[in-house]
């Protein structure tokens, strides 16, 4: 069974404004990963946050993750419509070899 | 282009026959994974190896699967007699190593009739 849950499945949001999606997972972590995937195709790494960060930023994207709550968001801000895609966050397992994805968010951004 | 490659990029079978894929990594990078994604499901890890080392195979790997990275360089993946169940996308990444980001091949579309 996979380990992450993003939360919610599916959005829907205008150009320019803002999207938020959240992960939770099971187990303990070395690293937390967010990925993104257009319809089709393979996955496009986004940012990697480690156990002991508590906030990271790339660009657009804002990542948090809270290891006491066993959980992670991704913020992405101004959205475009070519962000449109499916969101996936990417654990992995105390040994650090084997990586957990969930079943995603689907993220749409009408222009 | 030096990212992931895997061919072939579709693959429709028979019920029962074999199959095979392959997969390139980054020249430089020493960990391969191979992970199995239907419609609407994220990835599902497979295994991966260490440079030429299966390391790890994940409990969903049945028999019928078999993986090799022979010299440390690219991988291939087989499927014998090959059921309907195992249509999907077979995806292929490759790491520095654990803690770095997983660049991922475009996938093989694998439809068992």
């Known amino acids: 069974s996979q380990q992450g849950e993003e939360d919610p499945q599916a959005l829907s949001i205008q150009e320019g404004e803002n999207a938020t999606m959240n992960c939770s997972y099971k187990?303990?972590?070395?690293?937390l990963q967010w990925y993104r995937q257009n319809s089709g195709r393979g996955l496009v790494h986004l940012i990697l946050?480690?156990?002991?960060?508590r906030e990271k930023h790339s660009g657009r994207l804002r990542v948090t993750l809270d290891t006491s709550k066993k959980s992670s968001s991704l913020l992405i801000t101004a959205s475009r419509a070519a962000d449109t895609a499916s969101y996936f966050c990417a654990t992995d397992a105390y040994t650090g070899n084997q990586f957990y994805f969930g079943t995603g968010t689907s993220l749409t951004v009408i222009p | 282009d030096t990212g992931v490659s895997q061919n072939p990029r579709h693959k429709i079978t028979k019920r029962g026959q074999n199959v095979t894929f392959r997969c390139d990594p980054i020249?430089?990078?020493?960990?391969l994974y191979w992970y199995r994604q239907t419609l609407g499901q994220g990835p599902e890890f497979l295994t991966y190896?260490?440079?030429?080392?299966?390391?790890?195979k994940s409990r969903l790997l049945s028999d019928r699967f078999s993986a090799e990275r022979p010299k440390g360089s690219f991988s291939t993946l087989e499927i014998q007699r090959t059921e309907q169940g195992d249509s999907a996308m077979y995806l292929c990444a490759s790491s520095l190593s654990g803690d770095n980001e997983q660049f991922f091949g475009p996938g093989t579309r694998l439809t068992v009739l």
């Open positions: 020249s430089e990078h020493n960990r």
């Open positions: 946050i480690r156990s002991n960060e």
């Open positions: 190896f260490q440079n030429e080392a299966q390391l790890e």
């Open positions: 187990t303990s972590i070395n690293n």
